[in-house]
């Protein structure tokens, strides 16, 4: 028996147009997934907001949060300061799962817009002044993303986050 192989450019061409039209394919595919799952991650933070009785604010992120205590100061954040948080971080399940606590784990320094921290955390401080605690509803996309944090938090999980501002530093 007999194998003989043959080359041609034909062939190559052939493949190269299945290939980008593949990848094509899977990107238009990964849009509108990820869009559907925007939409319904919107719509279980709209319903969890409602069955708790929340009236939050939403900023243009998607951002959601309430103000719990107001300090009536005006000391507020602005980009390039750091800041301290306490913290109580929970997942937005039916038991409030409890994933990290500045008790346990320390409180939270940053410098906002220049850390790896959540992208969530860093604007919802600049809404906050010195000394508020606030109630924040991160959806996936500004908290730890597709993939979660390898840790406590699955992937694609919208996130509680009990705040407050301890200090600001200019």
């Known amino acids: 028996t007999a194998l003989f192989f043959s080359c041609e450019q034909k062939a190559l061409n052939k493949y190269n147009e299945a290939s980008s039209s593949f990848e094509k394919f899977d990107q238009d595919f990964s849009i509108e997934l990820n869009s559907?799952?925007?939409?319904d991650e919107s719509f279980k933070i709209n319903q969890y907001c409602k069955r708790h009785g929340l009236v939050t604010k939403i900023t243009n992120s998607g951002l959601r949060f309430l103000i719990i205590k107001p300090?009536?100061?005006?000391?507020?954040?602005?980009?390039?300061?750091d800041v301290i948080l306490s913290y109580d971080v929970r997942l937005m399940d039916p038991l409030k799962t409890r994933c990290y606590h500045s008790d346990s784990n320390g409180l939270a320094k940053f410098k906002i817009e220049q850390a790896m921290?959540?992208?969530?955390?860093?604007?919802?401080?600049?809404?906050?002044?010195?000394?508020?605690?606030?109630?924040?509803i991160l959806p996936h996309f500004l908290a730890h993303g597709v993939t979660g944090?390898?840790?406590?938090?699955?992937?694609?999980?919208?996130?509680l986050y009990y705040i407050k501002l301890i200090d600001v530093i200019n």
Do not use: Q
């Open 36 to 39: 559907r799952w925007v939409k």
């Open 71 to 81: 300090s009536n100061n005006n000391i507020f954040p602005k980009i390039g300061d």
């Open 117 to 136: 921290v959540e992208s969530g955390l860093h604007e919802v401080v600049t809404y906050l002044s010195k000394g508020d605690s606030a109630l924040v």
């Open 149 to 159: 944090d390898s840790r406590k938090i699955p992937p694609l999980s919208s996130v």
